[in-house]
């Protein structure tokens, strides 16, 4: 195992290891979904039960999964649990799974996942297994409900305004629920595609700058580095 290999398997944390901030993977639905915190927090969530159903899934398999067609076997176990969250989206939160759409059933596709999975394959205990997979799909939602929250706030003028989205669909009144906001938008650009953009590389940058403050940034050994030596040639 690679040292780079050795540091991810180490860095667990929601900080130094974050999908989103550092390892800068799933970011797909990141950026397309972050218009509202209620949006960015049921994706978060949906992805969250995803990856934790899944770890245990290939936790309690990973005897029977051969090296050659792992992966296979990563996306077809990912494959059955985003079904099921599909499914029970479809069915008690609908209006919300009408909000987010297709990237629900694209959490399958998720890469950050499947890594996830593959590190799974050298723990011996259950419950490391799922406190990893309970550390990343909480970063997974702290960054989404982050940058989903600030756009919506500088967008809109509002944060929750569409909170009944996350009651089941049985308890929602639908003439009650909030379509538009009257309040001030002072910047309607944050709410579009490019914004996403905007608001994400500002929350790198920050993490990086405190990495910076607080000493916790990687630097390189420079005791480590060898001087290059000429080499000679004689026939």
């Known amino acids: 195992m690679s ?9 667990t944390d929601l900080w130094r290891n974050n999908p989103v901030l550092v390892q800068m993977l799933g970011l797909s639905p990141v950026l397309a979904v972050s218009t509202t915190a209620v949006n960015g927090l049921g994706l978060g969530i949906a992805t969250l039960v ?6 245990i899934t290939a936790f309690l398999h990973r005897q029977f999964i051969s090296d050659t067609w792992r992966f296979v076997w990563y996306l077809l176990i990912l494959a059955t ?8 989206m479809q069915w008690q939160f609908f209006p919300l799974y009408r909000e987010l759409g297709i990237y629900v059933p694209l959490i399958c596709c998720n890469i950050a996942i499947i890594v996830q999975l593959e590190k799974h394959r050298t723990e011996q205990r259950l419950s490391t297994c799922l406190a990893e997979a309970i550390r990343m799909g909480a970063g997974f939602v ?37 379509t538009d906001s009257q309040t001030m938008k002072p910047f309607r650009i944050i709410g579009l595609q490019p914004g996403a953009l905007f608001v994400l590389g500002l929350m790198i940058a920050a993490k990086n700058w405190l990495d910076d403050r607080l000493g916790r940034g990687e630097r390189p050994d420079e005791t480590a580095i ?10």
């Open 3 to 11: 040292e780079l290999d050795q540091r991810v398997m180490q860095a």
């Open 81 to 88: 649990h985003t079904t099921l969250v599909d499914t029970f």
């Open 142 to 178: 702290l960054v989404l409900l982050v940058l989903a929250g600030l756009r919506e706030l500088l967008a809109g003028g509002t944060l929750l305004h569409d909170w009944q989205l996350l009651m089941p669909s049985n308890a929602i009144d639908a003439p009650n629920l909030v």
């Open 226 to 235: 060898e001087p290059a030596q000429r080499a000679r040639l004689t026939e």
């Open 50 to 55: 995803t990856l934790v159903f899944s770890s």
